[in-house]
């Protein structure tokens, strides 16, 4: 499942979804359409246009780390259940998207083979 907390994107493009670092399970807010991301996504008002200081390029919130969709546990734990307004089936564009990054960004092989079972297990539960 995939989590959406904003439909679309403030900048207009397509949904913005949780992910999280794989490093240290950091939850963050990602549009894979524009590659924008949010680090502390409590803090925004998700509305269209309403831009900041706070839009970061994913990478740098990812910091080096590869990333995954954030499951339901971690988003309990950062305390982003309510920013959640829709479930998502990961279907072959968001498994593209999140491979696509991690292949471009992320740096720990380990981590990005980790990522790509994850895909692939996200892929299996959709089929
Ligand atoms: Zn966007």
């Not at 549009?31 to 008002?45: F, R």
């Not at 950062?78 to 998502?88: M, N, Q, R, T, Y």
């Not at 089936?89 to 471009?104: L, M, P, R, V």
Request: some cysteine.
């Amino acid at each position: 499942m995939i989590f959406v907390i904003a439909e679309p994107c403030p900048l207009g493009c397509y949904r913005v979804v949780l992910v999280k670092r794989v490093t240290d399970n950091h939850v963050f807010a990602w549009c894979s359409s524009c590659g924008i991301a949010w680090a502390d996504p409590a803090k925004e008002t998700w509305q269209l246009g309403d831009m900041g200081q706070a839009e970061l390029h994913a990478c740098l919130v990812a910091d080096g780390s590869v990333i995954e969709y954030a499951t339901p546990e971690d988003i309990k734990r950062a305390g982003l259940k309510d920013l959640v307004i829709a479930e998502s089936a990961a279907d072959s564009y968001s498994c593209k998207s999140i491979e696509q990054f991690n292949a471009t960004y992320g740096c720990d092989t380990k981590l990005i083979e980790k990522a790509r079972k994850t895909s692939e297990e996200l892929r299996r539960e959709r089929a």
